[in-house]
């Protein structure tokens, strides 16, 4: 008792002493607190971690764009166990990995942006142009898992909010046209550029930011078209109005370093690093590649007779990148020995190296960009938009300015020579615009022009239904044999939010599964 009473004196006399100067001697000089921050740290981390690589091993990219994604979406095929999405198979990590490691970083950093900078005058394009990437962040992160935290998402530390509630997608899609339409009319080209080179995409350029805004705004009104295409009409026209991209000197784009950490791009460096021998290009692309006599195949595989090498190591294979030597490896086989061993595939070459591999002078490196939104994608929904009466303008002529910008964004892979304007006239000659199929042809050539970004080419079939692709149904898969329509939610939620998880699983046709469609994907 003795000892409680000496302790409590001790305190109080500290108390009594300390009063005065409590908050000053309390408050540590070097503390980042809101008023000191440099919020555009914040932004450009959240650009960085949204191209894929969180941990600088590639975590998300490896596992939601190239295993899953990019196999399901026929881009890629994998012999390989642990690359599910080729065959349907449930990994439930692998499902919620984009979320785990998005909510907690990029999502929060934005977040804590747009919060901070609203209503400072000396920070208003930074405020806004912040706003138009969280629309952006928030279109990938609802169409990949349907509806998910949105309105109270990030505000941990704001907020002490730790259980958000999940929005609807509707209402989420409803938020991203006004944020869009608001942030693109108010950012001010005479306004101090407070951004500069902490945006890696523009470089705080307003016009450019505009632009992306309302090609932004097209791609979320054209991914209404099944669910509700009166509200997709308005906000394409919308979208037209404000001013697209119109070159491919508008490409939405990061450009990563040559070198395996953060600032390396995730899905490049899994092909060519990480993971080099797990995956081949699927048949399904290098067909029709082929079969249109689409100049970009050089471009987009090669054949190595080592790669399994990866990049750095001695003996690295660049390999053939010869257009007829390319050779699409199918999806939904395995090297078991069994029934469906890939020796059995019809037109087996005798060798699985003899299949392409990702090109290793362009997509498949270190340092090559990812593009979170393009001119040639903005053309081709144009198209359609055109095609449907939607606005005013040539479908034809959108569809060859479609293909033209993807053909030209060769080159911002790093292709050399690249393609010529020749070789592009020949092409179009010999694939012209047809009105009769033109949903599909369309469609088909956004998925061409999405090669590796297979969030977004996933995200478009599933709207479009094209490109017309061949399910594969391997034993014990999880979907019954169909392509997955959504990413399943992590398992950690049902107990760290399980009202707000549970109120999001009731609205689901199916339940939390990969063949429950979200809202806009109407069957």
Request: proline letters at 4%.
């Amino acid at each position: 008792m003795k000892q409680k009473l000496l302790i409590l004196s001790a305190a109080l006399i500290f108390s009594a002493g300390c009063k005065k100067n409590f908050e000053s001697i309390n408050t540590d000089p070097e503390h980042v607190t809101s008023a000191v921050m440099n919020y555009n740290y914040l932004f450009t981390a959240a650009e960085l971690i949204t191209s894929g690589n969180s941990d600088g091993n590639c975590y998300e990219d490896w596992r939601n764009n190239l295993i899953y994604a990019g196999c399901m979406i026929q881009h890629f095929s994998s012999t390989t166990g642990y690359w599910d999405g080729d065959k349907y198979f449930y990994n439930p990590s692998y499902n919620s990995a984009y979320w785990d490691n998005n909510y907690p970083n990029t999502i929060t950093n934005i977040v804590e942006t747009v919060y901070h900078t609203k209503g400072d005058a000396t920070q208003t394009n930074l405020y806004n142009i912040a706003r138009i990437f969280k629309a952006f962040m928030f279109q990938r992160m609802t169409d990949m898992y349907g509806d998910c935290p949105y309105s109270q998402a990030g505000m941990g530390y704001i907020a002490n909010i730790t259980s958000p509630v999940y929005d609807k997608q509707q209402a989420i899609y409803d938020s991203l046209y006004s944020e869009l339409s608001d942030a693109a009319a108010n950012l001010s080209a005479t306004a101090t550029n407070t951004v500069g080179s902490a945006d890696l995409v523009y470089g705080g350029n307003v016009d450019e930011w505009k632009k992306f805004a309302y090609s932004e705004m097209l791609r979320i009104g054209m991914r209404l078209s099944k669910v509700d295409p009166t509200t997709a009409q308005k906000w394409v026209q919308a979208a037209v109005a404000g001013g697209v991209m119109t070159s491919n000197a508008d490409d939405a784009m990061v450009q990563h370093q040559n070198q395996h950490d953060q600032t390396a791009n995730g899905s490049g460096s899994v092909l060519v690093y990480q993971d080099p021998n797990a995956s081949r290009l699927s048949a399904t692309f290098v067909n029709y590649l082929k079969s249109t006599g689409d100049p970009r195949l050089t471009y987009i595989g090669t054949v190595c007779t080592s790669p399994g090498t990866a990049w750095g190591a001695a003996g690295f294979d660049y390999g053939d990148t010869s257009w007829f030597k390319q050779l699409g490896q199918p999806n939904g086989y395995d090297l078991n020995g069994s029934t469906l061993d890939l020796s059995t595939a019809p037109g087996y070459p005798g060798n699985q190296n003899d299949y392409s591999v990702a090109n290793r002078y362009t997509f498949a490196r270190l340092n090559a960009p990812t593009f979170f939104l393009t001119n040639a994608e903005t053309q081709f929904l144009l198209a359609e938009a055109a095609e449907r009466g939607w606005i005013t303008g040539d479908p034809a002529t959108y569809y060859a300015a479609g293909v033209t910008a993807g053909m030209n964004q060769m080159a911002e892979t790093g292709a050399t020579p690249g393609i010529t304007q020749a070789q592009i006239t020949t092409y179009l000659a010999a694939n012209p615009y047809n009105a009769g199929n033109a949903l599909q042809q369309i469609n088909t050539q956004y998925w061409v022009a999405t090669f590796m970004d297979e969030y977004e080419a996933w995200a478009n079939w599933r709207r479009s239904g094209y490109p017309v692709l061949t399910a594969v149904n391997y034993p014990g898969n999880a979907t019954n044999g169909t392509i997955p329509r959504r990413f399943t939610y992590p398992q950690g939620e049902p107990a760290t939010n399980a009202t707000n998880y549970n109120a999001a699983v009731a609205d689901l046709k199916d339940g939390d599964k990969m063949t429950s469609p979200v809202w806009w994907d109407v069957q």
